[in-house]
């Protein structure tokens, strides 16, 4: 059963029970590639630490950066700020050269929080949810699909999901929660 | 389900996140034009096939993307050791004194 449309119209997909999902606002999504020595000054650029541990997060207000690689990170931030940190990362270029892509259309967010979230993972994620770190986030496969998990509290997640795979993954999680419902 | 120690990650992460990539240490000829038809099949296409230890590469597809060397052992599926792709091959008597 289809819950959604290709649409992604932010909002509840599951309102109440053990496990809620919600689809959230657009945000604008970064792909940033670079070598060590210029970490300092794009992060600088950027206005947010780039961890570079696998999995560590750093947050500015509302712009997040995930270490997704060695030399990989995600960078999240409100759709208004897309254009000033694409200026901001092409004016450091010529002195550490980067690649930052925008990939905000790619991936939609959905947020999976409630009493049994972390159980509803393991519906499709064979990573052990409980070595997740609150505050840390991993780049995961569920059910055949690679999507970027964040721990932002015990029991609440987001997870970006590249939207032509979206509605097979929010449909899983949605035949989830309403059996959990169900017991 | 095996578990796979990510050299990159430097976790120890479900083989779902895996991908195989083949024998580990196959080197392309530097020129190709100077070397014979039959080196050039044996580097395309003859691997060693070993039963017991055998070097490979997987890739942390489902994760940090990273390709990374292996050795495991064919027979019991038992990894002995995982390594970054730039890391000298470890010699297999030292492995198998470890893992012993």
């Known amino acids: ?183 | 389900m095996l578990l796979i120690h990510c050299p990159y990650c430097n976790q120890t992460l479900p083989e779902a996140e895996f991908t195989y990539a083949g024998e580990a240490h196959i080197a392309r000829p530097a020129d190709p034009s100077s070397v014979s038809d039959e080196e050039w099949r044996d580097f395309l296409f003859i691997r060693t096939n070993v039963k017991g230890p055998h070097y490979e590469r997987w890739r942390h597809f489902h994760g940090c993307g990273r390709y990374f060397n292996a050795v495991r052992d064919t027979v019991s599926d038992r990894f002995l050791i995982t390594y970054k792709t730039d890391d000298p091959r470890p010699e297999l008597s030292k492995l198998l004194e470890k893992s012993k």
């Not at chain 1, 993972?121 to 052990?128: A, H, M, S």
Request: aromatic letters at 6%; one cysteine or more; hydrophobic letters at 45%.
């Open chain 1, 1 to 183: 059963m289809t819950v959604l449309t290709h649409a992604f119209t932010p909002g509840p997909i599951v309102a109440s029970g053990p496990v809620k999902l919600t689809l959230l606002e657009p945000v604008a999504r970064f792909s940033l590639r670079l070598r060590a020595a210029n970490i300092p000054t794009v992060a600088k650029a950027l206005g947010v630490d780039l961890p570079t541990t696998v999995g560590e997060r750093a947050a500015n207000g509302t712009t997040e950066a995930i270490c997704l690689g060695p030399d990989e990170w995600m960078i999240i931030a409100k759709t208004d700020d897309t254009d000033k940190l694409v200026s901001a990362c092409a004016d450091v270029y010529a002195s550490a050269t980067h690649s930052l892509t925008e990939v905000s259309a790619r991936e939609i967010t959905v947020r999976i929080e409630g009493d049994r979230a972390a159980e509803l993972l393991t519906i499709g994620c064979p990573r052990d949810i409980d070595s997740i770190p609150v505050g840390g986030g991993c780049r995961t496969v569920i059910d055949g699909v690679t999507v970027v998990l964040w721990r932002d509290a015990d029991q609440s997640f987001r997870m970006d999901i590249w939207r032509s795979f979206a509605l097979h993954i929010i449909d899983l999680l949605y035949t989830g929660s309403k059996e959990f419902a169900a017991e």
